[in-house]
């Protein structure tokens, strides 16, 4: 393998992502917000200089376009629905690295076959975003659980005779994360002169919440024709700790055949990987029937692993 043909290869990776992230980047008026809000995130100036200091001339120059199309504004959204504290030219950057590591590390352990790099290549450019779906499962997730705890804060301080406002920044200091997180971020936007219906919308933006969208419409529908607040969020608030506990119980029930299916699906990919990075040559014996035999096979295989893995989670997905 020629040293140059790679260092010609990693350059053209590096210009596209990063035009890529030019691209994708402007100065929308969603994300002006979202900066001014950052600065009271944070807890005090020596972090902020902290993290100034980290950022490089490149990122930090990607990173002040932000979201000019719709994919750069669905990535800055999914980063903030994860709460990763990374803008849209960094997470380029990211996923840019993760490619040279991936690419050059299954280079050298595959017979220095470009095949092998690019296997690598992909594997680094899919799993940052893996990481981030994740890490938005789990967040989510944690919210729901916290929900009905403050729909029962939220009830009694209006029956104290807090106003709206009062009893969302009491939820955002008594609460753990991270729904305190979200609520200190909606009163930090009405501070700043944002309606309390486009903040409660921003939040519904950030936390995708079937449960949190009926307490924010009750909220929004209240404000518009009145009514007994504490009372309806109490009501609500039975109804989702109800669900809550419902779609726990299906959960515990559904994971043994929701994770028989993951790990059934990925064997076979695994195996192939394997078999290819130590004995290629026994893989590609699959090949000496002629294309089209070797074509049959592959889709066979896929249709039947891809058929299955959806059975599986079909039947694991119970609507509560």
Same mark, same amino acid.
């Given at each position: 393998m020629n040293w140059t043909l790679i260092i010609i290869v990693v350059g053209v990776i590096a210009i596209v992502v990063l035009i890529v992230a030019v691209i994708v980047s402007s100065n929308s008026e969603r994300?002006?917000?979202?900066?001014?809000?950052?600065? =009271?995130?944070?807890?005090?100036?020596?972090?902020?200089?902290?993290?100034?200091?980290?950022? #490089?001339? $490149?990122?930090?120059?990607?990173?002040k376009r932000v979201e000019k199309t719709s994919f750069g504004d669905r990535i800055a959204r999914d980063l903030s629905r994860a709460d990763l504290k990374f803008k849209v030219g960094e997470y380029f950057v990211l996923i840019l690295l993760a490619i040279l590591v991936g690419g050059?590390? *299954?280079?050298f352990i595959g017979n220095k076959s470009m095949i092998s790099a690019g296997i690598g290549a992909i594997a680094g450019a899919v799993a940052p975003g893996m990481y981030v779906k994740s890490q938005q499962k789990k967040r989510l997730q944690k919210f729901n659980d916290q929900l009905s705890d403050m729909l029962n804060l939220m009830v009694n301080g209006l029956r104290a005779g807090y106003s709206t406002m009062q009893a969302m920044e009491a939820i955002s200091k008594e609460l753990p994360p991270p729904i305190c997180d979200e609520f200190r971020r909606v009163i930090q936007e009405m501070q700043i002169g944002i309606p309390m219906e486009v903040a409660l919308d921003n939040l519904l933006r950030r936390i995708p919440s079937e449960d949190l969208d009926f307490v924010v419409t009750a909220i929004n529908v209240q404000r518009e024709v009145g009514g007994n607040l504490s009372e309806i969020l109490d009501?609500?608030?039975? *109804?989702?700790?109800?669900?809550?506990?419902?779609?726990?119980? !299906?959960?515990?029930?559904? #994971?043994?055949?929701? &994770?028989? +299916?993951?790990?059934?699906?990925?064997? %076979?990919?695994?195996?192939?990987?394997?078999?290819?990075?130590?004995?290629?040559?026994?893989?590609?014996?699959? &090949?000496?029937?002629? %294309? =089209?035999?070797?074509?049959?096979?592959?889709? !066979?295989?896929? +249709?039947? $692993?891809?058929?299955? =893995?959806? $059975?599986?989670?079909?039947?694991?997905?119970?609507?509560?």
């Open positions: 994300v002006l917000v979202e900066k001014r809000l950052s600065q =009271y995130l944070e807890e005090d100036d020596k972090k902020i200089a902290e993290r100034q200091a980290q950022k #490089s001339v $490149i990122t930090d120059w990607v990173s050059l590390f *299954t280079w009501n609500i608030s039975f *109804t989702i700790r109800e669900r809550v506990r419902i779609k726990g119980e !299906v959960r515990v029930l559904t #994971s043994q055949v929701r &994770t028989s +299916g993951s790990v059934l699906s990925m064997i %076979p990919f695994f195996l192939v990987l394997v078999l290819w990075f130590l004995n290629q040559e026994y893989l590609m014996a699959v &090949t000496k029937g002629g %294309p =089209y035999i070797t074509a049959a096979i592959i889709c !066979v295989v896929l +249709g039947l $692993i891809f058929t299955s =893995y959806f $059975i599986m989670m079909k039947i694991a997905d119970i609507e509560v």
